[in-house]
């Protein structure tokens, strides 16, 4: 069904300055599915396909990365940047399918 979903935005809302970023959550993989990491791999999507990355995205990564000594960024400086990354876009849509399973 998600699969679906993603299927349809990227097909007729895709476009410049618009984003689809997706996860699909396993239930075999709950250890490895926290909300940090469903978020990091969101936020990644979301900047990979951002050209050029703004400087506002990339110095506040570099700063998070240096409160945290350049290990994971923890899940605040995700759900900021998250949301800083979606405000340089024209729409931007998140789908997690199977939300469930990683709860």
């Known amino acids: 069904?998600?699969?679906l979903v993603i299927d349809t935005l990227c097909d007729r809302i895709g476009g410049d300055n618009v984003a689809v970023a997706c996860v699909y959550c396993d239930f075999h993989a709950q250890n490895e599915q926290s909300a940090?990491?469903?978020l990091g791999a969101l936020l990644k999507q979301v900047v990979?396909?951002?050209e050029p990355i703004p400087s506002e995205i990339?110095?506040?990564f570099e700063s998070a990365k240096k409160q945290v000594d350049g290990r994971t960024l923890?899940?605040?400086e995700i759900c900021m940047m998250l949301v800083k990354s979606f405000s340089y876009l024209r729409r931007g849509f998140i789908?997690?399918?199977a939300l469930d399973e990683c709860l």
Do not use: H, W
Request: hydrophobic fraction near 40%.
């Open 95 to 97: 789908c997690i399918g």
């Open 74 to 76: 923890r899940l605040p």
């Open 48 to 50: 990979a396909g951002m």
């Open 58 to 60: 990339k110095s506040a």
């Open 1 to 3: 069904m998600s699969s």
């Open 36 to 38: 940090t990491t469903v």
